[in-house]
Nanobody, 126 residues
Framework: EVQLVESGGGLVQAGGSLRLSCAAS????????IGWFRQAPGKEREGVSC????????NYKESVKGRFTISSDNAKNTVYLQMNSLKPEDTAVYYC???????????????????WGQGTQVTVSA
């Protein structure tokens, strides 16, 4: 059974940085994508960034480009989301998720993802 566990959330002032981690386990195959998503109160869950396990290609939501960086340490089965220049509008619960056997590269539609972590809260104060 695939399990994903997020960590690294917290409270930070605007302009600050946080690094989220997603520890993955239970995979018996290498063809998957790990994505980071977020959901603010009263809003729909949205894709933030994703990275392919097979070739390391990445994709980002437009509003985080240049501020967020996704990376992976395959030896540790961990994916990171480095978030810099944080803004109050980045406040949300952040989730990591896995898309098994991805068809569309760089998919950020949460409906295409198969397994989810429990989420970690990120709060950015003004």
């Amino acid at each position: 059974e695939v399990q994903l566990v997020e960590s690294g959330g917290g409270l930070v002032q605007a302009g600050g940085s946080l690094r989220l981690s997603c520890a993955a386990s239970g995979f018996t195959f290498d063809d998957y994508t790990i994505g980071w998503f977020r959901q603010a109160p009263g809003k729909e869950r949205e894709g933030v960034s994703c990275i392919s396990r097979s070739d390391g290609s990445t994709n980002y939501k437009e509003s985080v480009k240049g501020r967020f960086t996704i990376s992976s340490d395959n030896a540790k089965n961990t994916v990171y989301l480095q978030m810099n220049s944080l803004k109050p509008e980045d406040t949300a619960v952040y989730y990591c998720a896995a898309e098994f056997y991805p068809i569309v590269p760089g998919e950020l539609d949460p409906d295409e993802y198969d397994s989810w972590g429990q989420g970690t809260q990120v709060t950015v104060s003004a």
